[in-house]
């Protein structure tokens, strides 16, 4: 009998001995309001609607896609404020630096061009955070919420052009790294474009052959994921 007891003592010392883990900064949480910088990495993507347009002068059908994995840059700040022991509200002004590569190919010739579509996206996200109660150094949480997104770097002479203004439905997750002087979060998020960012009107374009690949398309979303890494 002792031969069992034993070991069932040890194993009981050793999970009290888990649970009595000294914590990092074990009131940091109880802030009202606190704020961090955050780096980060994100993939822009453009879903385009094709409408099968046949040019009646040309008789060429062109067809769009975004083909391209582009990884890109995102820096910024947050400030957060603490609604209740489990949910916070989050700012987190943010600037995207990125692109998305678009190939158009003539469905007889099968002749191809292609366009980068750079952007510099101001971002300005409003998120509810619910995080699951502290367990000794972690704490991992869900976020939801509304992000508006401008881009300063549209242009006019391209084969498409696209709207400044953006805006996202985001969902994502993370979890809270207490260590012994910050805390360190990293977070994955996915911005699912809500709004058609297409310019159909090219009153703009010196080049008029150009016109045929911005009427070849209905609709044009963009969807981003975003890797960050907050420091607090």
């Known amino acids: 009998m002792s031969c069992c007891i034993f070991p069932a003592l040890l194993g009981v010392n050793a999970a009290y001995g888990q649970e009595l883990k000294l914590q990092n900064k074990p009131y940091i949480d109880l802030r009202k309001f606190h704020y961090g910088f955050m780096l980060g990495l994100h993939h822009e993507s453009l879903s385009l609607k094709n409408n099968g347009l046949i040019d009646p002068e040309t008789g060429r059908q062109w067809l769009a896609s975004n083909d391209q994995f582009s990884p890109s840059f995102t820096v910024g700040v947050l400030g957060e404020w603490r609604l209740d022991r489990y949910f916070s509200f989050r700012v987190l002004p943010t600037m995207h630096f990125g692109s998305k590569h678009v190939t158009f190919r003539d469905q007889m010739s099968d002749e191809r061009v292609y366009q980068d579509v750079k952007s510099t996206y101001i971002s300005v996200p409003f998120d509810i955070k619910f995080s699951a109660p502290?367990?000794?150094?972690?704490?991992?949480?869900?976020?939801?919420?509304?992000?508006?997104?401008?881009?300063?770097?549209?242009?006019?002479?391209?084969?498409?052009?696209?709207?400044?203004?953006?805006?996202?439905?985001?969902?994502?997750?993370?979890?809270?790294?207490?260590?012994?002087?910050?805390?360190?979060?990293?977070?994955?998020?996915?911005?699912?474009?809500?709004?058609?960012?297409?310019?159909?009107?090219?009153?703009?374009?010196?080049?008029?052959t150009k016109e045929i690949f911005t009427r070849s398309i209905d609709r044009a979303c963009t969807n981003m994921v975003v890797l960050t890494f907050y420091f607090e």
């Open 134 to 208: 502290r367990f000794n150094n972690y704490r991992p949480y869900f976020l939801a919420g509304i992000n508006l997104m401008y881009d300063l770097t549209t242009k006019n002479d391209q084969y498409i052009k696209l709207k400044p203004f953006n805006s996202f439905l985001e969902i994502g997750f993370g979890c809270d790294y207490y260590l012994p002087f910050f805390k360190f979060i990293p977070e994955l998020k996915f911005c699912i474009g809500l709004n058609n960012v297409l310019e159909k009107d090219r009153k703009d374009l010196q080049d008029k």
